[in-house]
């Protein structure tokens, strides 16, 4: 048994509204150490593969084809067995 820890985020050359927001209040209560903010998502998965590059390759479809827009998302996984 497997489990994976997938990071999805925009593209850096994508705006980010939402990470430019919290940034903003982050300023606003005189956080003024920070210096960008990007928002993205996290999603774990517990996969039944029999092996660690084939829940890789799961993971990796799954990314592809469902969990990140390749157009506008960035996608970086960590497999580790349980």
Known sequence: MFKAKISITLRQSILDPQGKAIHHAL???????????RIGKFVEMTLNSSTKEQAEQTVEQACKKLLANPVMEDFHFVVTQI
């Open 27 to 37: 300023e606003s209560m005189e956080m003024n150490d920070v210096s960008e903010v």
